[in-house]
């Protein structure tokens, strides 16, 4: 089949839930709506910053057969299918290609800390199993396993595989990806302290794959713009070195502490963070309150002013 490039913002959607802990699917509908509105090109449900580990099988059955039918075109719906062994995440793909996913986001399983070539096979006998469009996030921080360039180019001669996502903090990882031309789009966390995000876009990468799209999408959309123009590297140095403050705020815990914390104070629906994992609340969260109104975005999309809220904090 025919690879489907993604170019831009591939935002890593957090999970809402209602009071009661439950999933909140009418949230996400209006979740996907804000994206939709401001120029997300894909959406990633289930992610680390989707809570993913704390939801049970049933809940991300749920997630997948739910959200595939708020599709309306413009923008890809990606799932984090990994499991905890190769037959579970090849189970967990076929399920995402039979509800109507566009593709599926896969990291190493975690907490085995298995070798990269038994991570090399893997990744390979999940995309022999399935004709659903895949992506590679490489996130040793999160499982411990680490994929090199070479090892990453040979796994994207697969047909399947279309995106990848570079999470640790080599810069030369990432030219050399770009440097082997895989048939697939390069992106790269949008955390300032891995600082991949310039690097990635000046050698020619495809977008970032982000979590601070939750707040800001407009941004991140210019942020992750591909550089074909002049215009596109001005408009990407005046909007990140402007962005900085919240960047680092959204990575100053645990994801997805510190986004979703904020996206709840400012009236978007996400409800709290499944437990253990707490939201910020006193000086931190008016840190984050702060730096929203200094940068104009609760008057841009609107986000609501309430006691303790943006006009306190600023």
Not at 44 to 65: D, H, N, Q, W, Y
Request: proline letters at 6%; one cysteine or more.
């Amino acid at each position: 089949m025919a690879k489907t490039t993604i170019e831009g913002s591939f935002v890593a959607l957090i999970t809402p839930f209602n009071k009661d802990g439950s999933i909140d699917f009418e949230a996400f509908r209006t979740l996907l709506e804000f994206q939709r509105a401001h120029g997300t090109r894909a959406i990633l449900f289930m992610g680390s910053t989707g809570e993913s580990s704390m939801l049970t099988p049933e809940e991300k059955r749920a997630v997948i057969v739910e959200t595939a039918k708020m599709r309306t075109g413009g923008m890809l719906f990606y799932y984090g299918c990994t499991g905890n062994s190769t037959q579970a995440t090849i189970d967990n793909v076929r399920f995402a290609r039979a509800n109507g996913a566009d593709g599926a986001i896969l990291a190493a399983p975690s907490y085995i800390c298995a070798p990269e070539d038994d991570i090399e096979r893997f990744f390979l006998d999940v995309a022999d199993a399935t004709d659903l469009p895949l992506g590679i996030y490489n996130n040793p921080p999160r499982v411990k396993t680490d994929l090199h360039w070479d090892a990453l180019l040979r796994i994207f001669k697969h047909p399947n595989y279309v995106v990848h996502k570079e999470s640790t903090a080599r810069v030369g990882q990432v030219a050399q990806m770009l440097a082997g031309k895989p048939d697939a789009s390069i992106m790269c966390c949008d955390s300032p302290n891995l600082g991949l995000v310039v690097p990635t876009m000046s050698l020619g990468g495809h977008g970032t794959a982000n979590m601070t799209g939750n707040i800001a999408p407009a941004e991140m959309a210019v942020i992750s713009t591909p550089w074909r123009a002049p215009a596109d590297a001005d408009n990407f140095r005046e909007t990140y070195l402007r962005l900085l403050p919240l960047l680092h705020y959204t990575y100053s815990a645990v994801n997805p502490i510190p986004v979703k914390s904020l996206m709840k104070a400012v009236g978007l629906p996400a409800g709290e963070l499944r437990k253990p994992l707490r939201g910020y609340e006193g000086e931190m969260l008016a840190k984050g309150l702060a730096i929203v109104s200094a940068l104009g975005l609760d008057r841009k999309y609107g986000f609501k002013r309430a006691s303790g809220s943006l006009a306190a904090a600023a």
